[in-house]
């Protein structure tokens, strides 16, 4: 079945690093100050070496709070470089291993402020979020002083106007000249975000300096997976070695996978009914391990490639199965189980609850092959749970 | 009666003669579906199944076939064209099934179709049924029955579980409708519940959410100021871990973090049933009915 049928996954995007979105932001023609990637000490000396001065070393992983977590340091000299880069590179932010560093000549600030574009669900137009009080957290602007945010939709049909453009740089800076070239960064930043398929694309901070210019320090962007297809140049961007493997593993199987803390590993066809089944095995006494869809497909091997990766995790006791045939026909999922514990006997117990397109078929092949299923939900997953914590009857 | 389909509905099929296209249609028309024609560029001429004919372009196929509703099964990058393609050809209830659709593409479509006046549901939905009478889209028909409850939910399989459940404790329904789980789609909840409140043969309605946005909760809003009828809800995502969707941006632009425990409340405020698993759907409705 091909790859778009049915329910098969929640819409997931493409994270790309700082100096990735930097390049897409310059391309379109944004200030942005230069700045070269380093994946060793030396490297980010060299760097440091070349444009002389204050330099700063920022940490290029898929996680926000990056200054709090010790990942953006200033080092006045080369050596201070090497040094500080050293340290930034042996981190491991929210899970994940710095694997690059940024290293940018520091740039003197006047003022700070934010500019941001999503695509907003409740207007389903792009929306600009613009605030003159930006290099800290956005949501805590929203909280603190919510009247420093000005939002504006813009109809895609005609872009961001210059009108409005200019009417959000004279929010963000009483000079016409700031303003202005405020306006055209806003402008550059809505093209590169449609051309690029992006669901986020922001600057946090964009400052000002001493001497008056309007320069954007850093840059972020999240790319729409669905634009891949017509846009695959941008696949080149994604860095699996910044992701979690387990879910690198799952995206090259087709599979929709978000590891939890608990021990009741789930494979579900559909993320409604996944995410129900998780607050099923909450709700009789468990925890689930994972969030899997396995989609509207009927592929065995997503089967195959499910309980790999559920496997592969220590932590889980127990292994559900909750199928709903309606376009997934059970019988192939019943094959995927087999031909998966086969290849692989399980070391945990299997509970399976399958009903629906092909149901009679696929209880007879669990059967040939010592195998039993379930039809109702509840009962499944009170199992489950129940082997899970070792209070099974 | 039902909601936005019945035994009239005259149905387009786009992307008839697609691997997916072909097995739904022949499933809809089992099900005893009107299916009036069908469209696919280059195959203008021939017959599905020896008895649909099919057209190279929506308007012939509306020009030659006056259908009053079309279901979309073409692949993603097609799928805004063929969107506007039935807007612009004047068909009145477009339903779009695939997903995968560019959210920045929508953002284009939906304005549109609004300015065409059509009605559209989707994408990335399951389409919607009403038992006994039609069917557009793939919600399997031998897990529904008719009878009295309206139902609208995001979600599919879970949609599955939830009918299954009413059917089998012998509440049937006037319509299912799947409204699909993507950030922009054409028919939200308060455009069905509004549907639903106006069908006489509906006496009560189940709504099925997921964490994500704020649509439940301007329901439950909806439900309190303008519906007589009961209605009972569920939300899936009561244990997602928060942060896993995209930044913190667009929770601040709708004011709201669309967590499942806000849009239970929100329900429980505004006089909607709260069940806390899909089998508890069954007695909430019962107690509210009898």
Redesign the interface.
């Known amino acids: 079945m091909s790859r778009w049928r049915g329910l098969r996954a929640r819409r997931t995007n493409l994270n790309i690093h700082e100096y990735q979105a930097k390049d897409i932001f310059r391309a379109a023609g944004i200030p942005i100050p230069p700045g070269e990637v380093a994946t060793t000490p030396e490297e980010a000396e060299a760097i440091a070496r070349k444009y002389g001065g204050t330099v700063v070393v920022k940490a290029q992983v898929h996680a926000g709070g990056r200054g709090k977590a010790g990942g953006v340091k200033l080092a006045k000299t080369p050596e201070e470089a090497r040094e500080v880069a050293r340290k930034i590179l042996a981190l491991t932010i929210k899970d994940l291993p710095v694997q690059k560093v940024l290293v940018t000549p520091a740039a003197d600030i006047a003022t700070e402020a934010y500019v941001g574009v999503i695509v907003d669900r409740a207007s389903k137009k792009p929306v600009f979020m613009v605030s003159p009080a930006g290099g800290i957290d956005i949501e805590e602007v929203a909280a603190k002083t919510p009247d420093k945010i000005r939002r504006h939709p813009v109809d895609p049909r005609y872009g961001l106007r210059t009108y409005e453009a200019m009417d959000l740089g004279f929010f963000l800076y009483k000079d016409a000249k700031q303003a202005r070239a405020a306006a055209l960064i806003m402008q550059k930043l809505y093209t590169a975000f449609m051309a690029k398929g992006g669901s986020l694309a922001e600057i946090n901070p964009l400052v000002t300096t001493p001497t008056g210019d309007v320069v954007a320090l850093d840059a972020k962007m999240v790319i729409d997976d669905n634009e891949l297809d017509r846009l695959p140049q941008l696949a080149a961007l994604r860095d699996e070695s910044a992701e979690a493997p387990s879910e690198v593993e799952a995206r090259k199987a087709n599979l929709t996978f978000i590891k939890l803390d608990g021990n009741v590993g789930c494979v579900v066809n559909g993320a409604g009914l996944a995410m129900a089944t998780m607050d099923l095995v909450k709700y009789y006494g468990g925890e689930p391990a994972n969030f899997l869809d396995i989609g509207g497909s009927s592929n065995p091997e997503k089967v195959v490639a499910a309980l790999k990766i559920i496997t592969a995790d220590p932590s889980v006791k127990a292994i559900l199965f909750n199928i709903f045939g309606g376009i997934t026909r059970t019988d192939d999922v019943a094959n995927g189980i087999v031909t998966a514990t086969k290849a692989n006997p399980l070391k945990v117990p299997l509970v399976i609850r399958l009903t629906g397109t092909n149901e009679e078929i696929a209880l007879k092949i669990l059967q040939e092959n010592g195998m039993s299923a379930m039809t109702d939900m509840d009962e499944a997953v009170k199992k489950a749970v129940a082997l899970a914590t070792g209070k099974a009857a | 009666m039902s909601i936005f389909i019945d035994k009239s509905t005259r149905l387009l099929v786009q992307g008839i003669t697609g691997?997916?296209g072909s097995f739904h249609t022949q499933q809809m028309i089992e099900y005893g579906t009107q299916v009036v024609g069908g469209v696919t560029p280059g195959k203008g001429g021939q017959k599905f199944e020896n008895a649909v004919p099919i057209f190279n372009t929506v308007s012939e196929a509306v020009k030659e076939t006056s259908p009053n509703a079309t279901v979309i099964y073409v692949?993603?990058?097609f799928a805004a064209d063929a969107m506007m393609e039935a807007a612009d050809a004047g068909i009145p209830f477009i339903v779009c099934?695939?997903?995968?659709?560019?959210?920045?593409d929508?953002?284009?479509v939906?304005?549109f179709i609004k300015e065409k006046g059509a009605r559209l549901l989707g994408p990335?939905?399951?389409g919607l049924i009403s038992p006994g009478k039609s069917k557009v889209g793939?919600?399997?028909g031998r897990?529904c029955t008719p009878g009295p409850v309206g139902l609208v939910?995001?979600?599919?399989?879970?949609?599955?579980?939830v009918v299954?459940q009413l059917t089998r404790a012998g509440m049937g329904q006037t319509t299912c409708v799947g409204i699909g789980?993507?950030?922009?789609n054409g028919t939200n909840f308060i455009d069905c519940l509004s549907a639903f409140e106006a069908d006489p043969e509906t006496t009560s309605v189940v709504m099925?959410g997921?964490?994500g946005?704020?649509?439940e909760q301007d329901a439950a809003d909806f439900v309190k100021n303008k519906m007589t009828k009961p209605v009972v809800g569920?939300i899936?995502?009561?244990?997602?871990?928060p942060g896993?969707r995209?930044?913190?941006?667009?929770?601040?632009?709708?004011g709201s973090a669309g967590t499942?425990a806000e849009k239970m409340e929100a329900f429980e405020k505004n006089g909607i049933g709260v069940a806390?698993?899909?089998?508890d759907v069954v007695q909430l409705l019962k107690d509210r009915t009898s």
């Open positions: 691997r997916d692949p993603p990058v099934i695939t997903e995968g659709v560019p959210v920045l929508m953002t284009r939906y304005p990335n939905c399951p793939i919600i399997p897990i939910s995001r979600s599919g399989t879970l949609t599955y579980e299954f789980g993507d950030p922009i099925i997921e964490i946005g704020t649509d569920f899936a995502g009561q244990t997602a871990p896993r995209m930044g913190h941006a667009g929770a601040i632009i709708s499942a806390k698993r899909p089998i």
